[in-house]
């Protein structure tokens, strides 16, 4: 397709090529469907560009530079110089040859590729605007939609993205140098991601966060792991402070945060910086469409909600990943594209996986899956729970790494595994195994009675299993 | 394969029971000794096992239907082979008809809603079954949690066929009830441009390939296109235009409003009325029902089964008899048989007993008030006559008489049914030898009588046997194996047979 043509109509729009809309994208093309994917930005989306994989390189590389400079345990001495714009340009090689890989992925399937960004003009036919001076717009038909337009993070008020001074997720994965100085708004994830990447880089950070506890949406147990891990690798928490403004001062930008709660802190505090990182969440990416015009409901927070199907209010019209709502996770969004790009081929496709692994890439990492013990208890099940301690493990000393621990959670009754929580070495690696035995109902026993390669971390899943029922060898039950 | 199940002989030789309770419905999965139904007989409420492990496919009986035993009741599917096989007396719509089952014309009225338009997403978490059988279950369209809530365990692929096929056989029988039901219908106007039968003759591929907008045509119309008839092709598979959706909307828009029609009219116009009532099971009959299936579940029952000769107890009565007139008292053998239990409970003080379960104690009595089982126009009522060890014959029968008769008139007050130590149930009133008792709890024991019947027995006197007509009466004891075993009850059995053979012991009591 020639940017410019008038095209009359397409069996499916996808609008946005991330992991959510280029997947569903060559889906629907596999199902013999003609298919035009509008992408405004790059291919891949926030996950490929500004999201999971660049943080990942970078905490790969910074991983590195912080376990050959603290080798001596070892008996290793080093003392690796971290040259950041090389690293980021490994990581940017890295991206690129993953995003193209995903156009060429989505031409040979047959998508039709368009640049540009898309606002509705009714709820059958789209206008989508190209990018450049007079490059002008075109319309479009559809007969269905796919709407995967993902998130952006949040701004605060005072703290509006410059990318010098201020930054979003997005900015400091594509740092030039290490800064001296790194105040980090928020100890969700991506705020302990980025601590974890640049304190082992060597900067001094600094994390606010309004709420009592890192990493908020997990069990403080887990939570409190990865927080003592990071203030050994030198990180500052300042829990129950709010950022409120900032100022230049001496070449440096000095932050004033202030009690959230002033009946615990009596005074507000300072920070000096040489960059600030906002990471205080998402938001999905729901304003620039037109969305009205389509006549597609959203919710307060902007959300557009689906069904099971990843229908939206219009029955064909979709929406899926962190546009579709919370939990904002790549896989998520890739799966629900699968379903949509189905169901609009009239197959009998639904979300309905029993439970959502996730992962954070901290130091050590965490994996979690279904559901924890609390949770279970809530929805009327009777858990029990099995742990395993990296301590014991074998491997995990032989790594040196023996922070963390193996949760599984399972129904008491019936024994089905429902859940479990990893924090430790290799987390969102060890996690997949149990989700995979969520979805096929496996019990306890099933888990226990795999043969778990030795030496290897994964033995303390099957060791954890095996604590869940009195019997597990290498701890006391 | 089908297997088809037919009321059994639930146990007191009656010939009919009453399906108070369906305890499985089609799709469920069942193993063997399942309970699948409750029947009513006029004793008791008894549990009727599933025969083998497999899928109901279908209930023949509605609940609250007398059904003679005998009488296929449920058919199951057993896992194993996929075509159906009916074997015995195949049954045919009319069985259907006639097991007095009304068919919900309201319900089967409704458009053949295809499953695949609108696949079946569970909202139920944690179902266990692995992704490819819940792809399955929502390709087939069957609600997998349904499947979950009537299993135990994993959830396989077979188990999702077999639910599977259950549920679209139900559909098709209920399919050819409305089409039987708009029969006459269609006679009765003939000015019906669109004959609804024909309507509904659908396909049903697996798959069809269409243009989006015939799709979502389809879908606005609530119609899968897999069951739109088409003789085209594309690609090798059927095609469906936007025009045929359309006329096939039409139609069934058509036949939907017929059925309709049907249903305004009343159901009356079209079906024969069956003769049937319905009155509620409430009051006593519930109370009976919950009490006996309390002591059914709780106590393990086992019946010890004997007879005996009652040739000179009858004899005795009849001479007493006239004694027992004099005074206006009617004797029956049953207050023999109640001295005769008074007097082998004081022998045998291990059946006179209750369990506390809360205490963990074993609870022995040493009064013996004995309880008759009392057949009234409500349902079963069980008077107790208190110290029938400490009351003379005549006395034992004037108060029975009273207080039976108190029964069947609803004047007994809870009071007088309470602090039975023991029960009689006499079957023999009505016709029977043997039966299954189920305990009247706390107790620990319960008697049931045969009718008494001259049967030729051998009988030994003076070194010399001969066959002889002899009165032989039958013996059924239920007792709670908890804490009675078998020894017990024959030592207790035999006791009472002494009694009973020769009643002179009695004036000793």
Same mark, same amino acid.
């Given at each position: 397709?020639?940017?410019?043509? +008038?095209?009359?109509?397409?069996?499916?729009?996808?609008?946005?090529?991330?992991?959510?809309?280029?997947?569903?994208?060559?889906?629907?093309?596999?199902?013999?469907? $003609?298919?035009?994917?509008?992408?405004?930005?790059?291919?891949?989306?926030?996950?490929?560009?500004?999201?999971?994989?660049?943080?990942?390189?970078?905490?790969?590389?910074?991983?590195?530079?912080?376990?050959?400079?603290?080798?001596?345990?070892?008996?290793?001495?080093?003392?690796?110089?971290?040259?950041?714009?090389?690293?980021?340009?490994?990581?940017?090689? +890295?991206?690129?040859?993953?995003?193209?890989?995903?156009?060429?992925?989505?031409?040979?399937?047959?998508?039709?590729?368009?640049?540009?960004?898309?606002?509705?003009?009714?709820?059958?036919?789209?206008?989508?605007?190209?990018?450049?001076?007079?490059?002008?717009?075109?319309?479009?038909?559809?007969?269905?939609?796919?709407?995967?337009?993902?998130?952006?993070?949040?701004?605060?008020?005072?703290? $509006?993205?410059?990318?010098?001074?201020?930054?979003?997720?997005?900015?400091?994965?594509?740092?030039?140098?290490?800064?001296?100085?790194? +105040?980090?708004?928020?100890?969700?994830?991506?705020?302990?991601?980025?601590?974890?990447?640049?304190?082992?880089?060597?900067?001094?950070?600094?994390?606010?966060?309004?709420?009592?506890?890192?990493?908020?949406?997990?069990?403080?147990?887990?939570?409190?792991?990865?927080?003592?891990?990071?203030?050994?690798?030198?990180?500052?928490?300042?829990?129950?402070?709010?950022?409120?403004?900032?100022?230049?001062?001496?070449?440096?930008?000095?932050?004033?945060?202030?009690?959230?709660?002033?009946?615990?802190?009596?005074?507000?505090?300072?920070?000096?910086?040489?960059?600030?990182?906002?990471?205080?969440?998402?938001?999905?990416?729901? $304003?620039?469409?037109?969305?009205?015009?389509?006549?597609?409901?959203?919710?307060?927070?902007?959300?557009?909600?689906?069904?099971?199907?990843?229908?939206?209010?219009?029955?064909?019209?979709?929406?899926?990943?962190?546009?579709?709502?919370?939990?904002?996770?790549?896989?998520?969004?890739?799966?629900?594209?699968? +379903?949509?790009?189905?169901?609009?081929?009239?197959?009998?496709?639904?979300?309905?996986?029993?439970?959502?692994?996730?992962?954070?890439?901290? $130091?050590?990492?965490?994996?979690?899956?279904?559901?924890?013990?609390?949770?279970?208890?809530?929805?009327?099940?009777?858990?029990?729970?099995?742990?395993?301690?990296?301590?014991?493990?074998?491997?995990?000393?032989?790594?040196?790494?023996?922070?963390?621990?193996?949760?599984?959670?399972?129904?008491?009754?019936?024994?089905?595994?429902?859940?479990?929580?990893?924090?430790?070495?290799?987390?969102?690696?060890?996690?997949?195994?149990?989700?995979?035995?969520?979805?096929?109902?496996?019990?306890?026993?099933?888990?226990?009675?795999?043969?778990?390669?030795?030496?290897?971390?994964?033995?303390?899943?099957?060791?954890?299993?095996?604590?869940?029922?009195?019997?597990?060898?290498?701890?006391?039950? | 394969?089908?297997?088809?199940?037919?009321?059994?002989?639930?146990?007191?030789?009656?010939?009919?029971?009453?399906?108070?309770?369906?305890?499985?419905?089609?799709?469920?999965?069942?193993?063997?000794?399942?309970?699948?139904?409750?029947?009513?007989?006029?004793?008791?409420?008894?549990?009727?096992?599933?025969?083998?492990?497999?899928?109901?496919?279908?209930?023949?009986?509605?609940?609250?239907?007398?059904?003679?035993?005998?009488?296929?009741?449920?058919?199951?599917?057993?896992?194993?082979?996929?075509?159906?096989?009916?074997?015995?007396?195949?049954?045919?719509?009319?069985?259907?008809?006639?097991? *007095?089952?009304?068919?919900?014309?309201?319900?089967?009225?409704?458009?053949?809603?295809?499953?695949?338009?609108?696949?079946?997403?569970?909202?139920?978490?944690?179902?266990?079954?692995?992704?490819?059988?819940?792809?399955?279950?929502?390709?087939?369209?069957?609600?997998?949690?349904?499947?979950?809530?009537?299993?135990?365990?994993?959830?396989?692929?077979?188990?999702?066929?077999?639910?599977?096929?259950?549920?679209?056989?139900?559909?098709?029988?209920?399919?050819?009830?409305?089409?039987?039901?708009?029969?006459?219908?269609?006679?009765?106007?003939?000015?019906?441009?669109?004959?609804?039968?024909?309507?509904?003759?659908?396909?049903?591929?697996?798959?069809?390939?269409?243009?989006?907008?015939?799709?979502?045509?389809?879908?606005?119309?609530?119609?899968?296109?897999?069951?739109?008839?088409?003789?085209?092709?594309?690609?090798?598979?059927?095609?469906?235009?936007?025009?045929?959706?359309?006329?096939?909307?039409?139609?069934?828009?058509?036949?939907?409003?017929?059925?309709?029609?049907?249903?305004?009219?009343?159901?009356?116009?079209?079906?024969?009325?069956?003769?049937?009532?319905?009155?509620?099971?409430?009051?006593?009959?519930?109370?009976?029902?919950?009490?006996?299936?309390?002591?059914?579940?709780?106590?393990?029952?086992?019946?010890?089964?004997?007879?005996?000769?009652?040739?000179?107890?009858?004899?005795?009565?009849?001479?007493?008899?006239?004694?027992?007139?004099?005074?206006?008292?009617?004797?029956?053998?049953?207050?023999?048989?109640?001295?005769?239990?008074?007097?082998?409970?004081?022998?045998?003080?291990?059946?006179?007993?209750?369990?506390?379960?809360?205490?963990?104690?074993?609870?022995?009595?040493?009064?013996?008030?004995?309880?008759?089982?009392?057949?009234?126009?409500?349902?079963?009522?069980?008077?107790?006559?208190?110290?029938?060890?400490?009351?003379?014959?005549?006395?034992?029968?004037?108060?029975?008489?009273?207080?039976?008769?108190?029964?069947?008139?609803?004047?007994?007050?809870?009071?007088?049914?309470?602090?039975?130590?023991?029960?009689?149930?006499?079957?023999?009133?009505?016709?029977?030898?043997?039966?299954?008792?189920?305990?009247?709890?706390?107790?620990?024991?319960?008697?049931?009588?045969?009718?008494?019947?001259?049967?030729?027995?051998?009988?030994?006197?003076?070194?010399?046997?001969?066959?002889?007509?002899?009165?032989?009466?039958?013996?059924?004891?239920?007792?709670?194996?908890?804490?009675?075993? *078998?020894?017990?009850?024959?030592?207790?059995?035999?006791?009472?047979?002494?009694?009973?053979?020769?009643?002179?012991?009695?004036?000793?009591?």
């Amino acid at each position: 397709m020639v940017v410019g043509d +008038v095209t009359t109509s397409t069996d499916v729009l996808v609008i946005g090529a991330g992991p959510g809309g280029y997947v569903a994208a060559i889906r629907a093309s596999q199902l013999g469907l $003609d298919v035009t994917l509008v992408e405004k930005g790059e291919y891949g989306g926030a996950c490929l560009n500004r999201g999971c994989i660049p943080s990942k390189a970078l905490i790969n590389g910074s991983k590195l530079a912080s376990e050959a400079g603290h080798a001596e345990e070892l008996g290793i001495y080093a003392d690796p110089t971290v040259a950041l714009d090389e690293m980021i340009s490994w990581k940017d090689g +890295v991206v690129d040859q993953l995003t193209s890989g995903i156009e060429q992925l989505c031409t040979a399937a047959g998508v039709n590729l368009l640049q540009g960004t898309a606002e509705f003009a009714d709820e059958n036919k789209i206008r989508i605007v190209h990018q450049g001076e007079g490059q002008g717009s075109e319309s479009l038909k559809f007969e269905n939609c796919i709407i995967a337009t993902g998130s952006r993070p949040i701004e605060i008020p005072e703290f $509006d993205f410059d990318d010098e001074r201020i930054v979003s997720s997005d900015g400091a994965l594509n740092f030039e140098t290490v800064p001296d100085e790194l +105040v980090i708004v928020g100890a969700g994830y991506i705020g302990m991601e980025l601590a974890t990447v640049y304190s082992r880089l060597g900067s001094d950070v600094s994390v606010i966060e309004m709420l009592e506890q890192a990493l908020p949406s997990y069990q403080e147990d887990i939570a409190s792991i990865v927080r003592k891990r990071a203030e050994r690798l030198g990180v500052d928490f300042h829990f129950g402070y709010t950022a409120d403004s900032w100022t230049e001062s001496d070449g440096e930008a000095v932050l004033t945060a202030v009690p959230a709660d002033e009946a615990a802190h009596d005074s507000a505090i300072e920070l000096t910086a040489d960059r600030i990182l906002v990471a205080v969440g998402r938001r999905p990416v729901t $304003d620039t469409l037109s969305i009205d015009d389509a006549g597609v409901e959203t919710n307060s927070q902007g959300f557009i909600p689906t069904d099971s199907r990843c229908r939206t209010n219009k029955e064909h019209i979709f929406a899926v990943g962190d546009v579709a709502g919370e939990p904002m996770l790549a896989h998520k969004g890739s799966k629900e594209g699968e +379903v949509a790009a189905e169901v609009i081929a009239g197959e009998a496709a639904a979300v309905d996986y029993q439970a959502l692994p996730a992962a954070v890439f901290t $130091d050590p990492e965490i994996g979690t899956v279904g559901l924890t013990e609390n949770e279970a208890a809530n929805e009327g099940i009777t858990p029990v729970t099995g742990e395993f301690q990296f301590q014991a493990s074998g491997r995990a000393l032989t790594a040196n790494r023996t922070e963390g621990f193996v949760r599984i959670v399972a129904e008491k009754e019936t024994e089905r595994v429902i859940g479990a929580q990893i924090v430790g070495p290799e987390a969102s690696e060890l996690i997949a195994e149990i989700a995979a035995m969520i979805e096929m109902g496996a019990k306890l026993q099933d888990i226990g009675s795999t043969v778990h390669t030795h030496p290897t971390l994964s033995e303390a899943i099957m060791e954890a299993a095996q604590n869940a029922r009195g019997k597990a060898i290498h701890r006391r039950n | 394969m089908v297997r088809e199940f037919e009321l059994p002989d639930v146990g007191e030789g009656v010939a009919e029971g009453e399906i108070l309770r369906w305890r499985v419905a089609p799709g469920d999965s069942v193993s063997e000794d399942q309970p699948v139904a409750e029947v009513e007989t006029d004793k008791a409420v008894v549990d009727v096992p599933s025969p083998v492990n497999g899928v109901v496919e279908e209930l023949r009986a509605a609940e609250g239907e007398i059904v003679p035993v005998g009488d296929v009741i449920i058919v199951f599917r057993v896992e194993g082979e996929d075509e159906p096989e009916r074997t015995e007396t195949a049954p045919t719509d009319d069985t259907t008809a006639d097991s *007095g089952q009304q068919p919900d014309v309201g319900a089967t009225a409704q458009p053949a809603e295809d499953p695949q338009s609108e696949p079946v997403v569970t909202e139920r978490v944690q179902v266990p079954a692995p992704p490819s059988v819940r792809r399955l279950a929502r390709e087939l369209g069957v609600d997998i949690s349904s499947i979950a809530d009537s299993s135990p365990g994993r959830i396989t692929e077979s188990d999702v066929r077999a639910y599977a096929s259950a549920e679209s056989s139900t559909q098709e029988r209920s399919s050819q009830q409305t089409a039987a039901a708009e029969q006459p219908k269609q006679q009765a106007a003939p000015e019906q441009s669109v004959s609804p039968v024909q309507t509904r003759e659908t396909a049903d591929r697996e798959t069809t390939v269409a243009v989006p907008k015939t799709r979502h045509i389809a879908a606005e119309e609530g119609i899968d296109l897999d069951t739109v008839p088409t003789d085209e092709q594309k690609d090798g598979e059927p095609f469906v235009t936007l025009e045929t959706v359309q006329e096939y909307a039409k139609a069934q828009q058509q036949a939907q409003k017929t059925d309709r029609e049907a249903v305004a009219e009343g159901t009356t116009a079209d079906e024969p009325a069956r003769p049937e009532s319905r009155k509620p099971y409430n009051g006593i009959r519930q109370t009976i029902g919950s009490a006996m299936m309390s002591s059914k579940y709780t106590a393990p029952h086992v019946t010890h089964q004997d007879e005996v000769d009652v040739t000179a107890l009858v004899d005795a009565r009849s001479t007493l008899r006239q004694e027992a007139e004099e005074h206006d008292i009617r004797l029956t053998y049953m207050p023999f048989v109640m001295k005769a239990c008074a007097a082998a409970l004081q022998e045998n003080p291990q059946v006179n007993i209750s369990l506390d379960e809360a205490n963990e104690e074993i609870v022995e009595k040493q009064y013996y008030n004995i309880g008759v089982a009392t057949a009234t126009d409500d349902g079963l009522l069980v008077p107790v006559v208190e110290d029938v060890d400490a009351k003379g014959l005549l006395e034992v029968a004037s108060e029975t008489n009273e207080k039976t008769q108190r029964a069947r008139e609803r004047s007994l007050s809870p009071k007088e049914m309470r602090g039975g130590t023991f029960t009689i149930s006499n079957i023999g009133g009505i016709g029977g030898e043997y039966g299954t008792p189920i305990i009247n709890q706390p107790e620990s024991a319960i008697l049931a009588l045969g009718e008494i019947k001259k049967k030729p027995r051998v009988v030994e006197a003076d070194g010399e046997e001969t066959i002889e007509p002899r009165h032989i009466m039958t013996l059924s004891l239920s007792f709670d194996h908890r804490v009675l075993d *078998g020894a017990d009850a024959a030592r207790f059995t035999n006791s009472i047979q002494k009694y009973l053979r020769n009643p002179n012991l009695l004036l000793l009591e």
